[in-house]
């Protein structure tokens, strides 16, 4: 059986920084690999006046590092056509017609269409009525949207874009992209819990004592200034990226492994995460904002000297957080979440704290104490990026004499080779796409019950005049994060910050 994929991309963006870092090599890995063979083309649009031989030069100047042969060169970009359009204009939505058409039947792709927009939300709804009212979209054949985040600004405004769309597309044409959701050991955190009895069977309050997440990235916002200042970390990480990792971590066994059970149990999982009134919002989440700093002989300058950022600027480059889940599974557990620019290394991680054994049989007969507190605790770590495996904190015993306990870490990590070799996020998720298959994207509902967690952490904030910047460049986020989980008796498991200062490099 055939794995050819028989389909039309239009990307409304075409010439822009994501279609050329991530969409074009990925659809030349789904080309080489055979999954886009003869039958497929690609429209790219923008306003830029280019030519199809101009733009077949760009889209090869993309894939370069993948070193494709001269042939693979040729015979893929043969597949790709420009038009320059303006979204407002609806006569140029006649002229996209026009070749549509022509490359529908030059390519036998049988009215299969895929809309790729790689541009800001607000033109969502203006080029999805076009499509619907220029005929673009075909009667036979599927017609499927792939969106970017951010999809919306708050909830009113993601209600308002998803009205515009749904308008014309129906739910399940709408694939809303979080490339996360794409990555090989995000769809791990799955195979983890429910492949394994060890893990789902403690996968609860009774044997959990704390589930932390974090994002850490060791860059500062370059380029992005201008974008980042309007968003902030809450926005850009948390309202989808973090919650979208959280309810993998929270959500019931689905029934069977498929897309409408999976996307079911996350919605449940979303919904029993507790929406917080401005006042526990304070209480329970932090923010921050890098100043300048040193790490290992390298200088920093702090976030409002980067270009395109507000000489005054409040917007936070750091977000750390207690949530709390009231379900029946996790009532009592925090799960602590942390996403911040400029930390000390790059890295995403999960750990799961399991509660200490009841009583320390192994402490000195002449203490009365009986508590386990100075066991270490078995830790489950999943690791996302850069490295991805897993490790699992047990204790042993310590070799010599006497009984002392020693943690003994069971430590996986993917090989470089197969690394290399596994697919990217986009190319994965486009691939789903073209296969119908939405289990990886964010649904609507998801996105909705998001944006309520969020907006109330938002509007406490912007209430109050925060003292930025907190924390300096190269450290794991500001004194309040830390503070987070002291009160509740715990700590972050994962602080790369410290061994740079024992070693005087920060």
């Known amino acids: 059986m055939s794995n050819e994929q028989i389909a039309l991309f239009t990307i409304f963006g075409g010439t822009g920084d994501l279609a050329q870092r991530k969409l074009y090599p990925s659809l030349f890995r789904l080309f080489r690999k055979g999954f886009l063979k003869e039958r497929f083309a690609v429209i790219g649009t923008a306003r830029r006046e280019w030519s199809h031989e101009y733009y077949r030069d760009i889209v090869r100047g993309t894939i370069q590092e993948l070193e494709p042969t001269e042939k693979e060169l040729a015979d893929f970009t043969s597949h790709f056509y420009y038009q320059a359009h303006n979204v407002t204009d609806t006569e140029h939505y006649h002229n996209l017609k026009v070749l549509a058409t022509e490359l529908d039947r030059k390519y036998q792709l049988d009215n299969n269409r895929i809309f790729y ?7 969502f709804g203006v080029i999805t009525e ?3 009212s220029e005929q673009i979209i075909t009667e036979n054949g599927f017609n499927r949207l792939i969106i970017e985040k951010p999809f919306g600004t708050d909830y009113q405004s993601a209600e308002k874009l998803n009205n515009e769309i749904r308008a014309v597309f129906e739910e399940d044409q709408i694939f809303r992209i979080d490339h996360y959701l794409g990555k090989e050991m995000i769809q791990n955190i ?4 429910f492949g394994n009895n060890i893990f789902e069977s403690l996968w609860n309050n009774k044997y959990i004592d704390n589930i932390q997440v974090t994002l850490s990235e060791s860059l ?3 380029e992005r200034g201008g974008y980042y200042d309007k968003s902030g970390a809450l926005k850009d990480m ?3 990226h973090i919650l979208q990792v959280v309810s993998l971590l929270v959500m019931e066994p689905p029934a069977i492994f498929s897309e409408k059970t999976i996307r079911e149990e996350k919605v449940k999982a979303l919904n029993s995460i507790r929406v917080y009134s401005e006042k526990e919002a304070m209480k329970n989440f932090v923010r921050g904002q890098y100043g300048p700093g040193q790490l290992d002989g390298k200088s920093f300058i702090s976030y409002r000297d980067e270009t395109n950022v507000e000489p005054e600027s409040q917007t936070e480059t750091f977000v750390a957080g207690k949530l709390v889940v009231d379900n029946f599974r996790w009532r009592g557990v925090p799960f602590y979440i942390r996403t911040g620019k400029q930390l000390t290394e790059k890295g995403t991680r999960i750990n799961v704290v399991f509660k200490p054994t009841p009583i320390n049989v192994f402490r000195d007969p002449s203490e009365n104490a009986c508590d386990a507190e100075d066991i270490p605790r078995n830790i489950l770590t999943i690791y996302i990026q850069p ?3 897993f490790q699992l904190t047990l204790n042993g015993k310590e070799i010599g004499s006497g009984f002392n306990i020693d943690p003994i870490k069971l430590d996986y990590r993917h090989s470089a080779e197969s690394l290399d070799n596994s697919p990217e996020a986009y190319e994965k998720l486009i691939l789903d796409c073209l296969q119908g298959d939405g289990t990886n994207f964010t649904h609507w509902d998801e996105v909705a019950q998001s944006w309520r967690i969020v907006d109330v952490i938002r509007h406490a904030w912007d209430k109050e005049t925060p003292d930025f910047p907190n924390y300096p460049s190269g450290t794991m986020g500001p004194q309040c994060a830390f503070d987070l ?4 008796g715990f700590e972050w498991i994962w602080h790369p910050d410290e061994w740079y200062r024992e070693h ?3």
């Open 485 to 488: 989980l002291s009160r509740d």
């Open 190 to 193: 799955s195979a983890v819990r």
């Open 387 to 389: 490295t991805e495996g």
């Open 117 to 123: 927009l790689a541009m800001a939300p607000n033109f």
């Open 130 to 132: 076009h499509l619907k």
């Open 220 to 222: 500062g916002v370059e």
């Open 504 to 506: 005087g490099k920060l």
């Open 238 to 240: 948390v309202q989808n």
